[in-house]
T-cell receptor, first 113, second 108 residues
Framework: NAGVTQTPKFQVLKTGQSMTLQCAQD?????MYWYRQDPGMGLRLIYY???????DKGEVPNGYNVSRLNKREFSLRLESAAPSQTSVYFC????????????FGPGTRLTVT | GQQVMQIPQYQHVQEGEDFTTYCNSS?????IQWYKQRPGGHPVFLIQ?????EVKKQKRLTFQFGEAKKNSSLHITATQTTDVGTYFC????????FGDGTTLTVKP
């Protein structure tokens, strides 16, 4: 079992460029999440998907879109990157909702210049 | 909305000293989770507490959930260099809110 995988590991974008961060899990989990982590700060929820076919906004959704492609995959898209989106992005999954522990991917380190 | 405060933000200890981090919520929680993130790594689940007043132990780590289910603590006895990292609580009340974490450094 690979757990939660994310691609790419590192990315540098220029302001205004777009990109999609990919996430996949092989644990047959229903719920998936996207977080961002800024230096010295905790994890802030961007979007989540409680189950296949549903997505909801988290605490900081502006500037992002998501797609729950199937049960395994949950992608995060930046349509027009801004320097304020420089961060480390983590994908996570849980069995069924936040009352269950979350398993995190290795993260994507994104720099927007 | 739900607010979660975690203190202290940083803790520097000598190897062998004890360490405690506290997590306080503005609302009553259904459960609380603790995670550890090593430098450069990703958060890893440690434990979940559900019951009022619950105490759980994992070797040198002791986790407590307050009687009112609004606060929690993580205590490490006799820290080792392998304990370095940032410890996060995730407070669950309908949704999950992470604290900002306590970063522990251990001097050998």
């Amino acid at each position: 079992n690979a757990g939660v995988t994310q691609t790419p590991k590192f990315q540098v974008l220029k302001t205004g460029q777009s990109m999609t961060l990919q996430c996949a899990q092989d644990m047959n989990h229903n719920s998936m999440y996207w977080y961002r982590q800024d230096p010295g700060m905790g994890l802030r929820l961007i979007y989540y998907s409680a189950s296949e076919g549903t997505t909801d906004k988290g605490e900081v959704p502006n500037g992002y879109n998501v797609s729950r492609l199937n049960k395994r995959e949950f992608s995060l898209r930046l349509e027009s990157a801004a320097p304020s989106q420089t961060s480390v992005y983590f994908c996570a999954s849980s069995s069924r909702g936040v009352i269950y522990e979350q398993y995190f991917g290795p993260g994507t380190r994104l720099t927007v210049t | 909305g739900q607010q979660v405060m975690q203190i202290p933000q940083y803790q520097h200890v000598q190897e062998g000293e004890d360490f405690t981090t506290y997590c306080n919520s503005s609302t009553t929680l259904s459960n609380i989770q603790w995670y550890k993130q090593r430098p450069g790594g990703h958060p890893v689940f440690l434990i979940q507490l559900v019951k009022s007043g619950e105490v759980k132990k994992q070797k040198r780590l002791t986790f407590q959930f307050g009687e009112a289910k609004k606060n929690s603590s993580l205590h490490i006895t006799a820290t080792q260099t392998t304990d370095v990292g940032t410890y996060f609580c995730a407070a669950v009340a309908g949704k999950s809110t992470f604290g900002d974490g306590t970063t522990l450094t251990v001097k050998p």
